[in-house]
Structures are given as C-alpha cells and as structure tokens.
C-alpha cells in the first residue's frame, strides 16, 4: 500500500463506481423492483462510512498491520457488493 491517501481514495472510486452500477441497472430495468439495488447502494454507503472511520483512527498499536487489514477488508467488501450486483 502507497499511502493512506490512495486507500482513502480507492475506497472513493470503488464504492461510488459500485453505486453507481447500481444506478445504472434501475435505468436499464425500469420494470423490475428496486429494492434489491437500493439495499445494495444502502450496504456500500455503511460500508464507505465504516472503512474511512477505519482509516482515520489515531489510535493504533501497529500502523502496517492495521491499514492492511482494512485494505483486505475493504477487497472483500468490493467483491461481495459487485456479486450482489452480478445476481440481480
């Protein structure tokens, strides 16, 4: 990992580009029900909301280990999301 800034900045881009495809699906199937798609867009906002409080703790015994952990998280909160959005 480059910097803490990079990370707060992918999380940026991935969610939002993960937000967005959920947009993108409700204008392609008008007819179908969104709910599926804004509880998905509602799980990445928790999920960007948690991960940047993540980011900025002060508090943390070792700096490495914790920003690393937060970046495999934050993979495996990407993934989970755009596997939801695959399944609609």
């Keep these: 990992m480059a910097s803490v800034k990079n990370l707060k900045k992918d999380i940026n881009y991935v969610l939002g580009d993960i937000i967005e495809e959920c947009y993108v699906w409700e204008l392609l199937n008008p007819k179908a029900d969104n709910k599926k798609a804004e509880a998905i867009i509602d799980e990445a906002i928790a999920s960007f909301d948690s991960l940047i409080a993540k ?22 909160t990407a993934n989970a999301l755009l596997t939801k959005i695959n399944s609609l």
């Excluded at 900025?56 to 070792?62: L, Q």
């Design 55 to 76: 980011v900025n703790a002060k508090k943390v015994e070792d700096n490495k280990a914790h920003y690393k952990a937060i970046n495999k998280e934050f993979e495996e």
